[in-house]
Nanobody
Framework: QVRLVESGGGLVQAGGSLTLSCAAS????????MGWYRQAPGKQRELVAT???????GYADSVKGRFAISRDNAKNTVYLQMNNLKPEDTAVYYC???????????????WGQGTQVTVSS
């Protein structure tokens, strides 16, 4: 069993900041890419940011310069620092991780349950 648990969501005023955390636990051998996605009401889930095991990161254009993704490999945890938040950032934010459970298994994709971020104007 593998479990991803997110925390850190909430209500914030425009221009404010929040930090999301996502901890992976369970039968884990290795984690490759970790990332954050979000889904606003009536919209499709979209990629926000990713970080590969060795450190390279990627961001959606809409969050570049405002969000920063990082990870602590020792804790199997990924973070999303969100600054200068805008009302259009309001969404449920989901953590994703590509995890192998043994030395010989392939990567499988796992998702957290989501955490709500609401930005008021």
């Amino acid at each position: 069993q593998v479990r991803l648990v997110e925390s850190g969501g909430g209500l914030v005023q425009a221009g404010g900041s929040l930090t999301l955390s996502c901890a992976a636990s369970g039968n884990i051998f290795s984690i490759n890419t970790m990332g954050w996605y979000r889904q606003a009401p009536g919209k499709q889930r979209e990629l926000v940011a990713t970080i590969i095991s060795g450190g390279p990161t990627g961001y959606a254009d809409s969050v570049k310069g405002r969000f920063a993704i990082s990870r602590d490999n020792a804790k199997n945890t990924v973070y999303l620092q969100m600054n200068n938040l805008k009302p259009e950032d309001t969404a449920v934010y989901y953590c994703n991780a590509q995890i192998s459970r043994t030395a010989t298994s392939t990567w499988s994709s796992y998702w957290g349950q989501g955490t709500q971020v609401t930005v008021s104007s």
